[in-house]
């Protein structure tokens, strides 16, 4: 039982409650949770922040294909279906689906998604959807296309050659223009390496590429704090750091952020910062997600290790819920969710 105390006539009094009781205050918001795309699958699943534990199947099977994830600015999450050459729009917060953003066709190219990202707030483009293909017609190059928030075609980005596959992507202010990064994979010769480019916001020139030591699929990308662009190496199982400022058509990399095979994660794919700054890495050959430090790469811990991770691929955090400190009789209180307090009596 919940109850609050009070202080009537010059001794305490607890007053029980039948409901569940917050004590008088501004509202906090609890540890974003994290979604994890199963691209075996199909499912978006759900893993408390703070244990790693199962919450729920927050986007069921039947999402054929799902890769990349991204919360967009009107607070729902975006899937990529990369069997169903779509994007859909899920309710962010109940994971109940609201849409088909864009569709196989949209334009004639457009055929197996895998990933997409937002303009940056502030830039040219802001509320632009980005979304990287990885099948073309043989011969034509796959590409990034740029939609408006009704998933209405506006324009085809980034395109290097018929054996370049874009796979993640990112976005960040530079000016009022904007740039956008896009690794790639070469699927053609497995022995060149693969790459990132950087591209201006508002029209796709290219600006720099970002290569080094990089082998031949490269997948997530993350922006450190100091600017510095880390970019995840499939195949070599690391993640790679570059400096971004330098004016060469070749960034200078700066060695690796976390090193080889760093604490279990084989075949790395998403890289995202969470809500308490740190880095998180979806192992997308080990199954897991492991926490760095997100300015010096040292390991924390490794979050979820299998647990229904299936070909993990894209990762996000759920918007928090607020809460409120709820107080039990014997005067210990713990931040709760109103429908936690309740389910705690």
């Given at each position: 039982m919940f109850?609050?105390?009070?202080?009537?006539?010059?001794r305490w009094t607890t007053l029980a409650l039948i409901a569940a009781v917050f004590l008088a205050g501004a509202g906090r918001t609890r540890a974003q949770n994290l979604l994890v795309s199963n691209a075996n699958d199909g499912r978006v699943?759900?893993?408390?922040?703070?244990?790693?534990a199962f919450v729920r199947e927050f986007i069921p099977a039947g999402v054929a294909g799902a890769k990349g994830i991204r919360y967009g600015p009107n607070g729902n999450l975006f899937v990529c279906t990369s069997d169903q050459d779509s994007v859909m729009e899920f309710d962010g917060t109940t994971g109940a689906f609201?849409?088909?953003?864009v569709s196989a066709g949209n334009p004639g190219n457009?055929?197996?998604?895998w990933g997409l990202t937002w303009a940056v707030p502030g830039t040219l483009r802001a509320g632009s959807l980005f979304?990287?293909?990885?099948?073309?017609?043989p011969g034509e190059n796959r590409c990034v296309y740029s939609y408006n928030a009704d998933g209405v075609y506006s324009a085809t980005y980034p395109c290097l050659s018929p054996q370049q596959t874009p796979l993640f992507m990112a976005t960040r202010p530079y000016g009022a223009v904007g740039r956008i990064f896009v690794s790639w994979n070469n699927h053609v010769f497995p022995d060149s390496p693969g790459r990132v480019t950087e591209h201006t916001l508002a029209d796709g020139t290219p600006i720099r590429h970002y290569q080094g030591q990089v082998s031949r699929q490269v997948t997530g990308l993350a922006f450190h704090p100091n600017g510095d662009l880390l970019l995840a190496d499939f195949n070599g199982n690391r993640v790679w750091r570059f400096e971004t400022t330098g004016t060469s058509l070749f960034a200078t990399s700066l060695g690796s952020f976390l090193g080889g095979g760093s604490y279990g994660v084989r075949g790395p794919r998403d890289l995202v910062y969470g809500p308490n700054g740190n880095l998180f890495v979806v192992g997308g050959l080990s199954n897991n997600i492991l926490e760095y430090d997100g300015t010096t790469g040292a390991f924390i811990r490794q979050v979820v290790a299998g647990n229904g991770?299936?070909?993990?691929?894209?990762?996000?955090?759920?918007p928090g819920e607020?809460?409120?400190?709820?107080?039990?009789?014997?005067?210990t209180c713990e931040d709760l969710t109103p429908a936690?307090?309740?389910?705690?009596?």
């Open positions: 109850a609050v105390r009070y202080f009537p006539r010059g699943l759900e893993y408390d922040f703070n244990t790693g609201v849409r088909t953003v457009f055929d197996q998604p979304v990287s293909c990885a099948m073309a017609p991770l299936d070909g993990p691929w894209g990762l996000a955090f759920r607020p809460t409120q400190a709820c107080c039990r009789p014997d005067g936690q307090c309740l389910a705690n009596g």
